[in-house]
Nanobody
Framework: QVQLVESGGGLVQAGGSLRLSCAVS????????MGWFRQAPGKEREFVAG????????LYADSVKGRFSISRDNTKSTVYLEMNTLKPEDSAVYLC????????????????????WGQGTQVTVSS
């Protein structure tokens, strides 16, 4: 079975940084786009960042553009989210997701195209 396990969340002060990791097992990691989503209590799950299967294309939500960076290491079957200049409004459960389709040519921010999800890791940013 496909499993995604996030790590790296925690409590950080505003302006600080965190690096989230998502380890994937059970499928050919390198052939699938990966995404990060987040969900705060009472809020809709929202797209944060995505990276194509090639690693050559990335997409970011406007709210995190310039502050967050997504990357992947196919040798480790792991995707990362470097989060800088964190703000209290970034506080949420961050979820890693894998695309349902292999070799997709573009990064898609729509959650419905992501088939596999991790349990999430909590990020709390204090003001």
């Amino acid at each position: 079975q496909v499993q995604l396990v996030e790590s790296g969340g925690g409590l950080v002060q505003a302006g600080g940084s965190l690096r989230l990791s998502c380890a994937v097992s059970g499928r050919t990691f390198s052939a699938y786009a990966m995404g990060w989503f987040r969900q705060a209590p009472g809020k809709e799950r929202e797209f944060v960042a995505g990276i194509s299967w090639t690693g050559g294309n990335t997409l970011y939500a406007d709210s995190v553009k310039g502050r967050f960076s997504i990357s992947r290491d196919n040798t480790k079957s792991t995707v990362y989210l470097e989060m800088n200049t964190l703000k209290p409004e970034d506080s949420a459960v961050y979820l890693c997701a894998a695309d349902s389709s292999s070799f997709r040519r573009s990064v898609v921010p729509t959650r419905s195209i992501y088939e596999y999800w991790g349990q999430g890791t909590q990020v709390t940013v204090s003001s």
